[in-house]
């Protein structure tokens, strides 16, 4: 069974400082796609990067950055310049390629940025 | 465009009564899950519903149904409510049964609380 684990339950930055979230999965698979996911107090799920397992070169949208490490099962999250708007929780999530869309989360990881 | 939208915000029922909760699909959008995301935890996958037929679920009893309309909306019943049936219940919906990588669009959820 595919599995998700963040352990790092919290995580706190400095206001324009950089961070890092880290995430690791357990599957067979050999394609599958991976996702960060932000859940602010509204509660919606707001995809933030995605990562396609067979592309090589890491995902990155404007301050979001990822690094992939497809052969240690680890797909972190790098947030540059953090803004008080960040301030979210974050949600690792695997998604297998055929099949039902079924995304397996890991646990959260609590961000807060101090101003 | 519109985006996913569930009701009602939120809930309070007691042990043993049944419960329906509904969701609109983004326009465009065929297919729609259904997560449970327990306080401090993570969406769990409930199932999904493509085409008015349920094809894929989670690890959750029968007591816990659905539906899908003709207009890709669709509704999560949970019969004999249990006090560890508290959660948010969020509903996301997505373009095709096989997905796109681009994940889902979440709704903000419905909070349920079982008493």
């Known amino acids: 069974a595919q599995t998700v684990t963040q352990s790092q339950p919290e995580m706190s930055v400095q206001e324009a400082e950089t961070v890092t979230l880290s995430c690791t999965y357990d599957?067979?698979?050999?394609?599958?796609?991976l996702f960060w996911y932000k859940q602010p107090p509204s509660r919606q799920m707001i995809l933030v990067i995605r990562?396609?397992?067979?592309?090589?070169q890491n995902a990155t949208e404007n301050r979001f950055s990822v690094n992939f490490q497809k052969a240690a099962k680890s797909f972190s999250l790098k947030i540059s310049d953090s803004q008080l708007g960040d301030a979210a929780m974050y949600f690792c999530?695997?998604?297998?390629?055929?099949?039902?869309?079924?995304?397996?989360f890991g646990q959260g990881t609590r961000l807060t940025i101090n101003p | 465009e519109t985006g996913v939208t569930q009701s009602p915000t939120h809930l309070i029922k007691t042990r043993g009564q049944q419960v329906t909760l509904r969701c609109s699909s983004q326009?465009?959008?065929?297919?729609v899950s259904w997560y449970q995301q327990a306080l401090g935890q993570g969406p769990q996958f409930i199932f999904q519903?493509?085409?008015?037929?349920?094809?894929g679920r989670g690890n959750f009893p029968p007591r816990f149904s659905g539906l899908q309309f003709p207009n890709y909306s669709s509704e999560l019943n949970v019969n004999a409510l249990e006090l560890d049936d508290s959660a948010l219940y969020l509903c996301?919906?997505?373009?095709?049964?096989?997905?796109?990588?681009?994940?889902?669009?979440f709704g903000s959820g419905t909070r349920l609380t079982v008493v």
């Open positions: 326009s465009g959008h065929n297919t």
């Open positions: 996301a919906s997505s373009p095709a049964y096989t997905g796109d990588n681009y994940g889902y669009t």
């Open positions: 519903y493509y085409r008015e037929e349920e094809n």
């Open positions: 999530a695997y998604r297998v390629i055929q099949g039902a869309q079924k995304l397996v």
């Open positions: 599957t067979s698979e050999s394609d599958y796609y």
């Open positions: 990562q396609e397992a067979y592309k090589q």
